[in-house]
């Protein structure tokens, strides 16, 4: 079965730091997946998406995250974070069967000036 | 401008009460899916839908009902049977041929009492 977990629930980080969110999934069948962001009391926000191309994809707000299959990784990097990037941040695979997603529980990053 | 709407952003009921939820998309999306939200714990998957007049239970579908009469609208009721309603409800559209991305709409907070 298919599964995703994010390692933290809970990442702080200085301004202009790096910030590494990790995700490591399980998959039967060959993944795609995804790195979701939420705002407080918002949904979600695609950030970008691995659909078997390239393995380093680039998504929106400076963010990139690496397909690593041996590690069965996708973690989400930013190389220096903002204020704004202060949010809940989802990893999700899709199901074996059916047009479905897994989601990871979730890592909140807080961000010190 | 396309996306989903979900209303209200806040419901207040008391138990024993039934409620509907709305989702409405101009995206012309054929698959909807429905997510309950609690903190810590991702998204669950309630019910969904990939075409109009069909759906299907996802993970934690008891207590909670749908109909899919058109292809815009997919609301979800939440029924007294659901022993712990109050959470974060998010509804999602996906197109047919990118099936795994998922578009969030902006959620409705239920509560209660």
């Known amino acids: 079965a298919q599964s995703v977990t994010q390692l933290g629930s809970h990442v702080s980080v200085s301004e202009g730091a790096l910030v590494l969110l990790r995700c490591n999934y399980s998959?039967?069948?060959?993944?795609?997946l995804f790195w979701y962001v939420q705002y407080p009391n918002q949904g979600l926000q695609l950030l970008l998406k691995?659909?078997?191309?390239?393995?380093l994809v680039k998504g929106i707000n400076g963010f990139e995250a690496e397909f690593k299959k041996s590690e069965t990784s996708f973690h989400l990097t930013k190389p220096s974070a903002h204020m704004s990037d202060a949010a809940e941040y989802f990893c999700?695979?899709?199901?074996?069967?059916?047009?479905?997603?897994?989601f990871g529980g979730g890592t909140r990053v807080l961000v010190k000036p | 401008d396309g996306g989903i709407t979900q209303s209200p952003k806040y419901l207040f009921r008391k138990e024993g009460q039934n409620v509907t939820l709305s989702c409405e998309q101009n995206?012309?999306?054929?698959?909807m899916y429905w997510y309950r939200q609690d903190p810590g714990q991702g998204l669950r998957l309630i019910y969904y839908?990939?075409?109009?007049?069909?759906?299907q239970k996802g993970d934690i579908a008891e207590g909670y009902s749908v109909s899919r009469e058109k292809k815009e609208s997919f609301p979800l009721t939440v029924t007294s049977a659901q022993k712990n309603p109050t959470a974060f409800y998010l509804c999602?559209?996906?197109?047919?041929?990118?099936?795994?991305?998922?578009?969030f709409g902006p959620g409705t907070r239920l509560t209660v009492t």
């Open positions: 998959s039967s069948v060959p993944p795609y």
């Open positions: 839908s990939q075409i109009v007049n069909d759906f």
């Open positions: 995206l012309n999306h054929d698959a």
């Open positions: 691995y659909t078997s191309a390239a393995t």
């Open positions: 999700a695979v899709n199901k074996a069967a059916g047009n479905k997603l897994t």
């Open positions: 999602a559209s996906s197109a047919s041929d990118s099936p795994y991305e998922q578009y």
